[in-house]
Antibody
């Protein structure tokens, strides 16, 4: 059974940092691209970042470029995202999502339950 | 960036009715569109990929169609558990991967 378990969210002040983690199980982790997708309270879905199965291909949405860093550790079946210079607009539930292809996420066939990031003073 | 526009924003329907949801892309995305269902407090669930391919375990009452810029998700006979928000997502022109704004299917 595929499982994705996010952690690392919390309350942080504007300008602060957080590191999100996603522990994966039930599939060959290195065989699939992974992404972070976020959802602001009461709003729709927004793709944030993607990383290929090998970790060699990385993409970000423009609003987080230079502030967020996605990475993965295949030996530990874990996906990460470092969030720096956080602003109120980053407040959201952050989902870890498994892509349907090794190099590019394409679509997301499994999702975690999300970890909440709240940016507020 | 490819913008996806979903309509209507909200649809009020009764169980057993046939439901048609629309997703329009701002540029040609060929067949590379997917549909997700999200219930309150839950993560999204993939229903359809590449316009018409049902994901494993998805009931046949869900079907997708379309190509180019106009796409449709049809629920042939709405079940009580189908009341949810539905999102479309494109993978043709990325980054960024983009989602539509969602259609809420509510009980009439």
């Amino acid at each position: 059974e595929v499982q994705l378990l996010e952690s690392g969210g919390g309350l942080v002040q504007p300008g602060g940092s957080l590191r999100l983690s996603c522990a994966a199980s039930g599939f060959t982790f290195s065989g699939y691209a992974m992404s972070w997708v976020r959802q602001a309270p009461g709003k729709g879905l927004e793709w944030v970042a993607a990383i290929s199965g090998s970790g060699g291909i990385i993409f970000y949405t423009d609003s987080v470029k230079g502030r967020f860093t996605i990475s993965r550790e295949n030996s530990k079946n874990t996906l990460y995202m470092q969030l720096d210079s956080l602003g109120a607009e980053d407040t959201a539930l952050y989902y870890c999502a498994k892509g349907t292809n090794v190099d590019h996420p394409y679509f997301f066939d499994y999702w975690g339950q999300g970890t909440l990031v709240t940016v507020s003073s | 960036e490819t913008v996806l526009t979903q309509s209507p924003a909200t649809l009020s329907v009764s169980p057993g009715e046939r439901v048609t949801l629309s997703c329009r892309a701002s540029q040609n995305i060929e067949i590379y569109l997917g549909w997700y269902q999200q219930k309150p407090g839950q993560a999204p669930r993939l229903l359809i990929s590449d316009a018409s391919r049902r994901a494993p375990g998805i009931p046949p009452r869900f079907s997708g169609s379309g190509s180019g810029t106009d796409f449709t998700l049809t629920i042939s006979s709405l079940e009580p558990e189908d009341f949810a928000v539905y999102y479309c997502q494109q993978r043709r022109n990325w980054p960024p991967l983009t989602f539509g704004g969602g259609t809420k299917v509510e009980i009439k």
